[in-house]
């Protein structure tokens, strides 16, 4: 029962509210208040873990309509979103679309296997995810990588290369948004307060499943791309 009222509120509820925000972006993106690089290495057919890195609050909400074409006639093909429970979960404001994400609890480190079981479940379902491998948001860290051009990354958490072992390709994405404050949690969604929001799209990485250093091959791609 439970299963059949998530599938009709993510049919009726969150799909619609998608489609809106899915023009918006579209919108967005020709007007190059968004400019996204390499458009064209998005595969709309395929399963993917997609990495980024985490600079703000915003991307979370912005790199899943970058696969609009793919869930446009499917609602079911809406990516899932690792997403941290304080920002994302327990707002008011994203009741309707909790279903899509898979939530991170900082403040319970013990619940950390849990989040992962369930992305390779939802990896195992043939979902999408979207992953910030470096455990939140790049400020807050203490210890970075850094690209030849001084970008920087923290270091990426060791439970990626579980998910890459189940045989799902990833994708590498950059992204860098330029505001005109530090913006608060709210005011992140706004658009009129970012001056410009720039989105590197790389190739598909298709690891063998006996790789290792997959973090570090993560880590470098992603900053190949900033």
């Known amino acids: 029962m439970k299963k059949i009222i998530n599938n009709l509120i993510l049919v009726f509820i969150i799909y ?4 809106i925000l899915g023009i918006i972006f579209e919108l967005l993106r020709s007007l190059k208040k968004i400019k996204v690089n390499n458009y064209k290495n998005i595969p709309h057919k395929q399963q993917l873990i997609v990495v980024s890195n985490h600079p703000s609050l915003i991307e979370p909400i912005l790199i899943p309509f970058l696969f609009f074409r793919s869930f446009i006639f499917n609602p079911f093909k809406i990516p899932r979103i690792v997403a941290d429970k304080k920002n994302y979960y327990d707002p008011w404001y994203f009741k309707c679309i909790r279903q899509l994400l ?40 203490t210890e970075f990588s850094y690209s030849r051009e001084g970008n920087r990354i923290r270091k990426i958490k060791r439970g990626i290369s579980y998910l890459v072992k189940t045989g ?47 973090e570090e091959k993560i880590e470098k791609e992603l900053l190949n791309l900033s």
Request: aromatic share 8%; net charge positive; charged share 30%.
């Open 16 to 19: 619609p509210i998608a489609i």
């Open 102 to 141: 898979i939530i991170v609890d900082r403040k319970d480190k013990t619940k950390g296997i849990k989040t992962l079981k369930e992305m390779i479940e939802s990896l195992k379902k043939g979902k999408t995810i979207i992953v910030f491998p470096e455990g939140g948001r790049t400020f807050k860290g």
């Open 168 to 214: 799902v390709p990833v994708l590498p994405i950059w992204i860098e948004i330029k505001s005109q404050k530090n913006l608060g949690k709210l005011e992140a969604f706004w658009i009129g307060n970012w001056k410009k929001i720039k989105i590197n799209i790389g190739t598909i990485i298709a690891f063998e499943k006996n790789t290792n250093n997959i």
